[in-house]
């Protein structure tokens, strides 16, 4: 066993996730990937560490053992039901080096600044300056990033900064709900942002396309995306099926362009394709591919996308090259995450 492993051990997961006063939190991160970015965060003992998205209080408390009784842990979360909960378990439990507060975790937390360490459990539009600005010079960061402006398009970064300035270390396969301004109900089923139509009738459905810049104002050519989408005129299954879904995830990016779209259609079944204002195809993550049309372009080229991605042999992250490109928008100053394929040497 590991100094990690028996720091891990040592919180009670279900003293928090399934405590018998507050009742099991049925929107949770799972312990595994917890777990995984816990040990990437590499929180030493005595460190100042910022966690962005309280949750159940069960992260912080590995946090707050993992920095030891001269560490300070800050978590904050827009949920003030979720921060007086976790304040509460890790009172009981005696846990004192930990403290949770109400705030946009955008925005940091500057009052306990500056901090060691960073981690979020939600997803940003991109790597916010506030947190960056809010570390010491050799902090290190671990977050879930879009690489592309699509929903449930995301990867893990690990990201250390030399000088001030960001980088990404390491990323992997990975994501969390996208951040939100305030409160959300859990039931919530379509995403915050980078949703380009959605339908509610006769079940919540919804399309994110990579061309919205070239749709028009009225979104007919999305409309009339997922509209095909939802009524098929061609179906059938992958033939190297079961998917990779993590990797095609990544990989589509980089083949895809302008024209990837990732949808969730009838029963939330999750797709990623080709689409254009008159074509559209998608592979489902159930290998079942659906297209407008036996003869569809769309589905040629999602074709193409397919072999291509087989034919790298269904890359892991570490094929990805990340990089981090500064955006100044005046929403969320930052960084944004991009990767492209690796280039061997």
């Known amino acids: 066993m590991t ?63 993992q920095a030891g009784t001269t560490g300070r842990v800050t978590s904050i979360d827009i949920s003030d039901h979720l921060v007086g909960w976790a304040n509460r378990l890790h009172h009981q439990r005696g846990v004192t080096t930990i403290t949770c507060h109400v705030a946009d ?17 939600c997803t940003p539009e991109r790597l916010p300056r506030t947190w960056v600005d809010q570390l010491t010079a050799d902090g290190r960061i671990v977050a879930c990033l ?38 959300v109900d859990d039931a919530l089923t379509i995403p915050g942002r980078w949703v380009d139509w959605s339908v509610q009738q006769p079940e919540p459905a919804w399309i994110s396309i990579g061309w919205r810049d070239r749709d028009d104002r009225q979104h007919n050519g999305a409309r009339t995306a997922i509209n095909l989408l939802l009524h098929p005129g061609h179906t059938e299954t992958y033939a190297r099926a079961p998917m990779d879904w993590l990797s095609w995830t990544a990989y589509s990016v980089i083949v895809g362009g302008h024209n990837r779209s990732i949808a969730a259609l009838r029963d939330g079944v999750r797709g990623i394709g080709h689409t254009t204002a008159t074509s559209a195809a998608m592979i489902l993550t159930d290998s079942t591919i659906i297209a407008d049309s036996p003869d569809s372009s769309s589905l040629a080229a999602l074709r193409t996308w397919l072999d291509q991605w087989e034919h790298a042999g269904r890359p892991a ?28 040497t």
């Open 3 to 65: 100094a990690a492993d028996s720091v891990l051990g040592s919180v009670p997961e279900r003293y928090y996730v399934h405590n018998e006063h507050r009742g099991e939190t049925l929107h949770r991160s799972a312990a595994q990937a917890i777990h995984r970015d816990v040990i990437a965060l590499d929180v030493g003992d005595g460190a100042r560490v910022l966690e962005i998205g309280t949750g159940t209080g069960y992260s912080g408390a590995l946090l707050a053992a």
């Open 105 to 121: 975790g955008m925005t940091g937390y500057p009052p306990h600044a500056p901090y060691q360490r960073l981690i979020a459990w």
């Open 146 to 183: 879009p690489i592309a402006a699509q929903p449930s398009t995301t990867l893990i970064a690990t990201i250390t900064l030399t000088a001030g300035q960001p980088y990404v270390e390491t990323i992997t396969f990975g994501g969390y709900a996208q951040s939100t301004a305030v409160p």
């Open 317 to 344: 992250a570490n094929w990805f090259s990340p990089t981090l490109l500064l955006n100044d928008e005046d929403d969320l100053p930052g960084w944004d995450l991009r990767i492209k394929k690796h280039v061997r």
